[in-house]
């Protein structure tokens, strides 16, 4: 992500949520997120260490028309390559505009990417996105990022999808961490995450199981249950039973 | 940020944008974020590459009773000490947990920390965040995170905070590039970000202007202001028009 909005606390993130749920419908695991500012060499250096790491790079922001969307020149310059204008793109914004009041040399700047890089589809606003290699430059705005990644549906290398399902409970997570432990234990390739909430003096919490076996999920779901229930508490299956927050 | 649980998208991140929030008024600017899996080798990676290159370092989440609460060891880890319990979160805990069944082994995980370590006072549940140099470990439901960072108001070093105005229009920000280029550039010390957004069909933008000095803001939201106007626009001043997204 890409954007002093973020870091001043301006602006509340959603493309966290979007990208991270997405990418798990494509059965691709998000290992990491960075929000870095509008900054040339921060961009760059986060990019150069991620592509590295990661089968995929995700960038939300910075691909406006504006001089504070640097995003492209970042990228290229980090890449080691030059900035082109991408002839498809070119055309797309010319037919977006034509009714809107012409192609400026500011709407234009929408069109450079870094040199040998592809278009991701934005139906939306004619500004498409932009795929370099591993590296996948969206727009900031989250329902355009949106697009863009609808665009990417089904066109990536994913492995089986991680499953989840949730049980909550009226109860201290404290009471129950041997219970949690063991039942992850004892349930080869299954996570289990204990998310607590406190509202008008109650303490609670989600347990979330996590797995791309739908067998474990169940058992681990099932397992926790029942120590619940022995334990005096009546979880509740499959329904958040609060807000995380 | 440590969770699989933002990794997953399953929960909305709101802890980015509460401690930028509240470093901007301590005078303190929020350089970058990163949102790393419960995993002991991330966790310490990063820690240490942050810790580095920065002032302070703020982690949020994973310092609860349960199995997947490994801040504590993945930190001590990172920094080659020991974990040990602090007798002051002890006594928290077991006062906190008097009245509420007593003080287990799983309860007492609340009261590690790494050696060396001091406390940030957590008035809601005992459990206390945790200050190591310049790491400030706090935990991660955001309204007890929230708790934790003002125990710590007014305790750190800090500059003039960043001060901030906002001016809208109803405009495509490709129109007033070049407006925002020019103000930007004839304000030292200003950085201007142009926020786009879509509705029914309408387009329009937010322009934040920021400054450490308060008339170097009003210089530049004065200069764009006329800005639209002489292109035939209606800013709106000190009010977003519509929220970023």
């Not at 592509?51 to 995700?58: E, H, Q, R, S």
């Not at 809107?100 to 700047?109: C, E, I, N, P, S």
């Not at 290699?133 to 492995?159: K, R, T």
Request: charged letters at 20%; aromatic letters at 4%; hydrophobic letters at 45%.
């Amino acid at each position: 992500m890409i954007g002093d909005e973020i870091l001043s606390g301006r602006t509340q993130d959603k493309n966290v949520a979007q990208v991270a749920l997405w990418l798990n419908m494509q059965g691709i695991r998000l290992t990491e997120v960075r929000v870095v500012a509008d900054d040339m060499e921060l961009i760059g250096r986060a990019v150069v260490e991620l592509k590295a790491g990661n089968d995929y790079l995700f960038t939300t922001g910075g691909i406006g028309p504006t001089h504070d969307d640097i995003t492209v020149d970042a990228i290229a310059r980090a890449l080691d390559v030059e900035v082109v204008i991408h002839p498809k793109a070119r055309k797309a914004l010319e037919d977006y505009y034509t009714t809107r009041g012409g192609l400026t040399d500011a709407r234009l700047r929408m069109a450079r990417v870094p040199d040998g890089a592809e278009l991701i589809e934005n139906r939306m606003s004619g500004a498409p996105g932009i795929r370099m290699g591993n590296i996948f430059i969206l727009a900031g705005v989250p329902h355009i990022a949106g697009l863009m990644l609808e665009a990417l549906s089904n066109q990536l290398e994913g492995g089986r999808p991680m499953l989840s399902r949730t049980i909550g409970c009226w109860v201290a997570e404290s009471e129950v961490a041997d219970l949690l432990r063991e039942v992850e234990a004892a349930n080869a390739g299954s996570q289990i995450g204990s998310y607590p909430f406190f509202q008008t003096g109650k303490v609670g919490a989600n347990f979330v199981v996590r797995s791309i076996d739908a067998g474990t999920v169940d058992s681990c779901i099932a397992a926790i249950g029942s120590g619940l229930i022995l334990l005096g508490y009546e979880p509740v299956a499959d329904g958040i039973l609060l807000p995380a927050s």
